[in-house]
């Protein structure tokens, strides 16, 4: 990691135990304490400020021009890289559970990765109110910036098995970040995992696992035979079942989320060219029309 790129720690904060919320509650007869400098480690701060660093996070707009719109567009693009962030750190915590077959606890986080792609899908509705005219007063300032660019949606797909690793070396001219991308692209993915449980149910032979974890996945007509065998018999299969469905409410509201996105910039810029390249809402169109996981698509077809 180049030494440029610099990522700060958690600042010094006292912890409470709950004895000492229990007493700061008595002593305060249940109101809120306004003293803000009680429990507080930096004398220029609070213990609010501190632990989720909101100075610092305040800090990070910088719109580019005096049109009061772009920081309606500014500040969701911060929001969704945070929910990026969340959605990539939860799948990956899904993938590890289910390589060590325990789908219980995995289908406990998985509903909260669908809960964080529902608030993402919201996130549209603010820019989704934004005028062309607003949109055309700072769209030049944006330059060759584009959503395209982001590394951590780009770490998020290829945890979800859309790998591609054209899409990891268009980072290199960065080294930190190629080395960060490129290390998630040869990660097994949140489908490799899935598969290796069908393995171990007996569901699928050995040579159906993908261990070329940096290639994009090809779908074998093997994995939609185990899928049609899980459909099948739902009570004999009750867990897989469940979990199926589950992983079908995940790609549901991520392909929520990109229509989304697509309806939101046809309806702020119709067909203008994309920053980042791309023709815009076309290239969109065809990205909202991708699906994670293929076979547990194409066998409801054949069902």
């Given at each position: 990691m180049s030494s440029d790129h610099t990522v700060s720690g958690p600042r010094a904060y006292t912890p409470l135990t709950e004895q000492d919320r229990r007493a700061r509650a008595a002593e305060s007869g249940g109101e809120p304490v306004l003293d803000f400098s009680i429990g507080r480690v930096n004398e220029n701060s609070t213990p609010y400020i501190d632990y989720h660093s909101v100075d610092t996070l305040l800090s990070l707009q910088h719109p580019r021009t005096d049109e009061p719109a772009e920081l309606t567009f500014y500040i969701v693009g911060q929001v969704?890289?945070?929910?990026?962030?969340?959605?990539?750190?939860?799948?990956?915590?899904?993938?590890?559970?289910?390589?060590?077959?325990?789908?219980?606890?995995?289908?406990?986080?998985?509903?909260?990765?669908?809960?964080?792609?529902?608030?993402?899908?919201?996130?549209?509705?603010?820019?989704?109110?934004?005028?062309?005219?607003?949109?055309?007063?700072?769209?030049?300032?944006l330059g060759a910036a584009s959503g395209f660019q982001s590394?951590?949606?780009?770490?998020?797909?290829?945890?979800?098995?859309?790998?591609?690793?054209?899409?990891?070396?268009?980072?290199?001219a960065v080294p930190w970040l190629h080395e960060q991308v490129s290390k998630v692209l040869r990660a097994p993915s949140l489908y490799d995992a899935v598969l290796s449980v069908l393995h171990r149910r007996g569901l699928i032979p050995r040579k159906c696992l993908n261990e070329?974890?940096?290639?994009?996945?090809?779908?074998?007509?093997?994995?939609e035979d185990a899928w049609a065998a899980v459909y099948g018999s739902p009570r004999q299969h009750h867990e897989l079942y469940v979990f199926a469905e589950a992983l079908a409410d995940l790609n549901y509201h991520y392909s929520r989320w990109r229509t989304t996105h697509l309806l939101a910039v046809e309806r702020i810029m119709g067909y203008k060219p994309g920053t980042g390249g791309t023709l815009g809402v076309e290239w969109l169109r065809r990205v909202a029309e991708h699906r994670f996981f293929p076979e547990l698509w194409s066998v409801r077809t054949r069902l």
């Open positions: 969704q890289e945070l929910l990026f962030k969340l959605m990539f750190t939860e799948v990956n915590r899904v993938r590890d559970l289910l390589f060590e077959d325990d789908l219980t606890e995995a289908m406990r986080f998985l509903r909260r990765v669908a809960s964080v792609e529902r608030t993402l899908t919201a996130c549209w509705e603010p820019v989704s109110t934004l005028t062309p005219a607003e949109f055309l007063g700072f769209r030049d300032a590394y951590m949606y780009r770490q998020l797909e290829f945890s979800l098995g859309n790998k591609d690793p054209r899409m990891a070396e268009a980072y290199h070329r974890y940096a290639e994009p996945y090809e779908p074998d007509v093997l994995v």
